[in-house]
């Protein structure tokens, strides 16, 4: 998968581009969890490109859509990157909404 290498090359603005392509070709397929997860890879190469609040709604909808399909793992996943992108901005009202929101989604399954 191109998006996948480039973000493997740290090639940001390309992995973005790569990974916005794919979660639209995913909702054209109807896949939500390949939807999930191209929004997740994408918020990740907003937040290294320092797109701040790009990011967080890159995030947002993922958690939004993972938890409409009832997917914990990748809810958990987009919750603790916001989390995390909360903490590390200083926001610490909605850094404690989320762990809330994480505690509230259970442990993670051993793999």
């Given amino acids: 998968n191109l998006a ?5 090359q740290e090639r940001w603005a390309e992995g973005e581009a790569c990974y916005d392509m794919a979660q639209q070709l995913a909702t054209l ?3 939500g969890p390949a939807k999930i997860q191209a929004l997740e890879y994408r918020g990740v190469c907003q937040r290294q490109q320092g797109q701040i609040v790009e990011a ?7 958690s939004v859509l993972a938890a409409q399909l009832e997917d914990v793992e ?3 996943r987009s919750v603790e990157r916001l989390r995390l992108l909360y903490a590390d901005t200083g926001q610490t009202e909605l850094e404690r909404e989320r762990s809330e929101q994480l505690e509230s989604l259970g442990e993670p399954r051993a793999a």
């Fill in 4 to 8: 996948n290498l480039r973000l493997v």
């Fill in 56 to 62: 967080e709604q890159s995030w947002y909808q993922g």
């Fill in 29 to 31: 397929a109807r896949n």
């Fill in 74 to 76: 990748l809810c958990r």
